[in-house]
């Protein structure tokens, strides 16, 4: 009788009903995948009988397949709810023991480990607290420490200098005064064409000759505007201007102002004008003082008196009275035996501390005094003064020189916030400078309104970066600028940084700053996470900056229906599911699919066929019990026959 037929087929009809409302009732399970209940159909196993004859004996189930398609993805508050958009399995580990899950909705425990609900860990490529790989296929664990700060080392300045703007007010010209009273009433000064040319050499350009004209001149007024005259007839007219004094001592002055002013005179009129011929004269940043000689080595110091052993020179310094020093006559080999003779004589007068003796690359003897400044002067007299052709005439540090504290004294400045080792802010500033030369700056730099590092503290000495720029307003050089500071915070004492004025420019614009730029960073707080597609979960912080603190890996598997489900969103790896790649690989690689962060991936259950299944296998296990009830009606009229 066919009642074993009819069994089967209420047996895997309610099979079938059991996982139609299994996956009716994980609709709402996130990354749950449906399953579905697969029949085989049953015959009695016959050598004998003939295909044609033979009837089956029912139905079984051959097996509940899930089916591993891809969900739909929504959005969710969380960053770290991770989708997996496309083939691959979270890898999950609970002390070793590996599952794997489409769910990915996790948090991160009291000890850092990125888990899900039920406390299995996530696991991936791990970084240390410094953003540094250390271990692939281990527990993920994010690291809340504070990003370490990162002392500056570039600074990017993009600026525009104003090619209209003049040297500063305050910072002084170089002027050359005369030695004395070239023309009185009584005894005029007669200019002859043998006498009455001047070569002016004016900022260091290319030197022009002025000729005065012929004929007598019996003050100085008249002739410093016969010598005006003939300047503005050169080309350098407007840049050097003539005036005397109320005694009537002529003085040639630049119309720039700055470190780069200077004049160099030379010609035939020099020696009647009074104008110190053949020495440059500079406008200078509060440099000190400094009269050079005009020989060189062997040096012979003439003894006075004739007969005797010593010589002597007056020198009066930062005006102060003329102080005798005393040096043995001799003949001198080299400039170093002289220098070191001279400032043994010098340290043991008054003059001890003040004045410094050396000697240039050339070896001609110089002496500076120690003090820089508006009021620095020296003035040298006497024999050995001759002897060592040291000029006569009073050189003297101009005042006026740049200042930070004075905004006369530089033309253009901007600022920016730069980081020490430590961390600690602090304020870089730069000063630019219009110079006597044309598109030429001095440019000056400056950490927390301290001292520039481009001023001798010691000998007031200036050194500032020279940019220079092509006709076309563009920067020629330098580019960089390489400056250090001293910090007093605990952290490196030499906060060394390079100034970077790429794509700056000199056009007729008013100053302006296109970008501000410097690579370091004070420490910063975790502020949030952000994972990428490839997995990797970086630490955003609130220094602006993000650090690596773990990535994500996926496995996948050549017959996902070889998983064994363990329950919790969970499958444990069978050999029936094929080999397995290790620890994982990366969102994105090869087969496997990408992350999206702040998703999930819903169901796969469709629950309108689910439904329409559910009437399906209704209907079939009704079927089924008809056709029972057929055979137990059958049996019944068999059983009656009598």
């Given at each position: 009788m066919a009642f074993q037929q009819g069994l089967s087929g209420l047996s895997i009809a309610s099979k079938a009903l059991d996982a139609i409302s299994n996956n009716v009732s994980n609709s709402g399970t996130v990354g749950y995948k449906q399953a579905g209940a697969q029949f085989a159909d049953v015959f009695a196993a016959s050598l004998s009988a003939g295909n044609s004859t033979q009837v089956?004996?029912?139905?079984?189930?051959?097996?509940?397949?899930?089916?591993?398609?891809q969900g739909n993805i929504s959005t969710s508050s969380s960053t770290l709810d991770l989708a997996v958009n496309g083939q691959g399995f979270f890898r999950m580990s609970d002390n070793g023991a590996i599952t794997y899950t489409r769910n990915g909705q996790f948090h991160v425990d009291k000890n850092g480990y990125v888990v899900n609900s039920s406390g299995l860990r996530?696991?991936?490529?791990?970084?240390d607290a410094k953003g540094l790989p250390n271990g692939v296929g281990g527990d993920i664990r994010l690291s809340y420490g504070d990003a370490d700060p990162k002392a500056t080392t570039e600074a990017g300045y993009n600026v525009n200098l104003d090619s209209r703007s003049t040297s500063p007010a305050?910072?002084?010209?170089?002027?050359?005064?005369?030695?004395?009273?070239?023309?009185?009433?009584?005894?005029?000064?007669?200019?002859?064409?043998?006498?009455?040319?001047?070569?002016?050499?004016?900022?260091?350009?290319?030197?022009?000759?002025?000729?005065?004209?012929?004929?007598?001149?019996?003050?100085?007024?008249?002739?410093?505007?016969?010598?005006?005259?003939?300047?503005?007839?050169?080309?350098?007219?407007?840049?050097?201007?003539?005036?005397?004094?109320?005694?009537?001592?002529?003085?040639?002055?630049?119309?720039?102002?700055?470190?780069?002013?200077s004049l160099l005179v030379s010609g035939s009129a020099a020696t009647g004008l009074k104008i110190p011929a053949g020495t440059t004269v500079n406008g200078s940043n509060a440099v000190v003082a400094t009269l050079s000689s005009a020989s060189v080595a062997p040096f012979t110091i003439a003894p006075v008196p004739a007969a005797g052993t010593t010589s002597t020179l007056s020198i009066a310094v930062d005006g102060g009275a003329a102080i005798p020093v005393t040096i043995n006559a001799a003949t001198y080999p080299d400039s170093a035996s002289l220098v070191a003779a001279l400032q043994t004589a010098v340290n043991a007068t008054a003059l001890n501390g003040k004045v410094v003796v050396g000697a240039d690359a050339d070896g001609r003897i110089t002496f500076s005094s120690t003090l820089a400044g508006g009021q620095s002067s020296m003035?040298?007299?006497?024999?050995?003064?001759?002897?060592?052709?040291?000029?006569?005439?009073?050189?003297?540090?101009?005042?006026?020189?740049?200042?930070?504290?004075?905004?006369?004294?530089?033309?253009?400045?901007?600022?920016?916030?730069?980081?020490?080792?430590?961390?600690?802010?602090?304020?870089?500033?730069?000063?630019?400078?219009?110079t006597a030369q044309a598109n030429k700056w001095d440019v000056y730099t400056s950490l927390d309104g301290g001292f520039p590092p481009e001023i001798d503290p010691i000998t007031g000495l200036h050194s500032p970066t020279t940019v220079s720029f092509d006709s076309n307003g563009g920067l020629l050089t330098p580019k960089t600028i390489a400056t250090t500071y001293t910090v007093t915070t605990g952290a490196t004492r030499d906060l060394t940084i390079t100034v970077d004025l790429n794509n700056s420019t000199q056009f007729g614009n008013s100053f302006g700053v296109s970008s501000?730029?410097?690579?370091?960073?004070?420490?910063?707080?975790?502020?949030?996470?952000?994972?990428?597609?490839?997995?990797?979960?970086?630490?955003?912080?609130?220094?602006?900056?993000?650090?690596?603190?773990?990535?994500?890996?996926?496995?996948?598997?050549?017959?996902?229906?070889?998983?064994?489900?363990?329950?919790?969103?969970q499958w444990q790896w069978t050999p029936e599911a094929g080999a397995v790649d290790g620890a994982g690989a990366p969102p994105g690689t090869g087969t496997l699919g990408v992350l999206q962060s702040a998703a999930i991936e819903e169901s796969n259950v469709d629950l309108t066929s689910e439904l329409v299944n559910m009437i399906t296998q209704q209907r079939a296990y009704q079927a089924n019990a008809q056709s029972i009830k057929t055979q137990d009606q059958i049996l019944q009229t068999l059983v009656n026959l009598r």
């Open positions: 089956g004996i029912g139905a079984s189930v051959a097996t509940v397949a899930q089916q591993f398609t996530l696991t991936g490529n791990t970084y305050a910072l002084t010209v170089a002027t050359l005064y005369g030695t004395g009273v070239p023309a009185t009433v009584g005894t005029p000064l007669v200019l002859t064409a043998a006498n009455n040319q001047l070569t002016i050499a004016v900022d260091g350009e290319a030197s022009a000759t002025v000729t005065i004209p012929a004929g007598s001149y019996a003050d100085s007024s008249s002739l410093v505007a016969a010598l005006q005259t003939a300047i503005d007839q050169t080309s350098l007219k407007g840049r050097v201007v003539a005036s005397s004094d109320s005694n009537g001592v002529l003085s040639l002055a630049s119309e720039r102002g700055g470190r780069l002013s003035a040298v007299t006497g024999g050995v003064a001759t002897d060592l052709s040291m000029p006569t005439f009073t050189a003297t540090a101009n005042s006026g020189g740049f200042s930070i504290t004075d905004p006369t004294s530089y033309t253009s400045t901007t600022s920016q916030t730069v980081y020490d080792s430590l961390g600690n802010p602090h304020t870089q500033s730069l000063y630019f400078v219009k501000l730029s410097q690579d370091g960073y004070k420490p910063g707080t975790l502020s949030g996470l952000t994972v990428e597609a490839d997995g990797t979960i970086l630490g955003n912080f609130s220094n602006g900056q993000s650090r690596t603190m773990g990535q994500v890996l996926l496995t996948n598997f050549r017959n996902p229906n070889g998983l064994v489900s363990v329950g919790a969103n």
